[in-house]
């Protein structure tokens, strides 16, 4: 199989990333996550590593001119996406273990869509989130699960590994129930649910995903 010729570097990298994977891949996911929180009118959001902001923004189309959305990211490139596209949402530059929050700001929903699995220190992370949570707020989460579930990333390892040796991919090393719940436990959560899901994800120009992959 011939790949296209993307001309793709860290620059433009955001660009892409919204243009071709957020739509098919990422703002399902991101339904079935605020499903979870259950908004309200009036309820503030936080949208931890939020990227391009797919989560902030479909949060802010769930709860109108009377709610407030906040995004934090550690990327500036992405943050730049995301306020290109939705300027009237509140878009900080942040580290998930140290969030950019003002004295007693707190938050009726936390989000974070993808982003737990890279953060170093988890532990500071998941406890900066149930800082940022008024009492009785929710949290929801997600993680892909373990590459060897998903037979298509599995295989692009294997031709990789071929040319540049083993890989280690951090989207997929954080997946499994059992540290996840004693991650949230360890941090003061209470009544934590675990749901794994799948579902069917498919690509107009499947060639885009190898080669954003590659």
């Given at each position: 199989?011939?790949?296209?010729?993307?001309?793709?570097?860290?620059?433009?990298?955001?660009?892409?990333?919204?243009?071709?994977?957020?739509?098919?891949?990422?703002?399902?996911?991101?339904?079935?996550?605020?499903?979870?929180?259950?908004?309200?009118?009036?309820?503030?959001?936080?949208?931890?590593?939020?990227?391009?902001?797919?989560?902030?923004?479909?949060?802010?189309?769930?709860?109108?001119?009377?709610?407030?959305?906040?995004?934090?990211?550690?990327?500036?490139?992405m943050?730049?996406?995301?306020?290109?596209?939705a300027?009237?949402?509140e878009?900080?530059?942040?580290?998930?273990?140290?969030?950019?929050?003002?004295?007693?700001?707190?938050?009726?929903?936390?989000?974070?869509?993808?982003?737990?699995?890279?953060?170093?220190?988890?532990?500071?992370?998941?406890?900066?989130?149930?800082?940022?949570?008024?009492?009785?707020?929710?949290?929801?989460?997600?993680?892909?699960?373990?590459?060897?579930?998903?037979?298509?990333?599995?295989?692009?390892?294997?031709?990789?590994?071929?040319?540049?040796?083993?890989?280690?991919?951090?989207?997929?090393?954080?997946?499994?129930?059992?540290?996840?719940?004693?991650?949230?436990?360890?941090a003061?959560?209470?009544?934590?649910?675990?749901e794994?899901?799948?579902?069917v994800?498919?690509?107009?120009?499947?060639?885009?995903?190898?080669?954003?992959?590659?």
């Amino acid at each position: 199989m011939t790949l296209p010729s993307y001309a793709m570097n860290r620059a433009n990298f955001p660009e892409m990333y919204e243009r071709m994977l957020v739509e098919p891949l990422f703002r399902p996911w991101a339904k079935v996550l605020l499903q979870r929180v259950d908004l309200s009118a009036g309820d503030r959001v936080l949208d931890i590593a939020c990227g391009t902001g797919i989560v902030a923004r479909l949060a802010m189309e769930r709860l109108g001119a009377g709610g407030r959305v906040v995004g934090v990211d550690l990327s500036p490139p992405m943050l730049a996406v995301a306020r290109g596209i939705a300027p009237a949402i509140e878009w900080r530059e942040g580290n998930a273990c140290a969030l950019p929050l003002g004295a007693g700001e707190v938050f009726d929903a936390v989000l974070c869509h993808q982003g737990l699995q890279f953060f170093p220190d988890k532990s500071s992370a998941v406890r900066e989130m149930k800082r940022a949570l008024a009492p009785g707020g929710r949290l929801a989460l997600a993680t892909w699960r373990p590459v060897e579930e998903i037979p298509l990333v599995q295989a692009l390892h294997v031709v990789a590994e071929r040319h540049v040796g083993a890989v280690q991919d951090h989207r997929h090393s954080f997946g499994e129930a059992a540290p996840i719940e004693a991650l949230l436990v360890g941090a003061g959560f209470h009544q934590v649910k675990i749901e794994t899901m799948s579902r069917v994800v498919r690509f107009a120009d499947p060639a885009v995903f190898l080669r954003m992959n590659a």
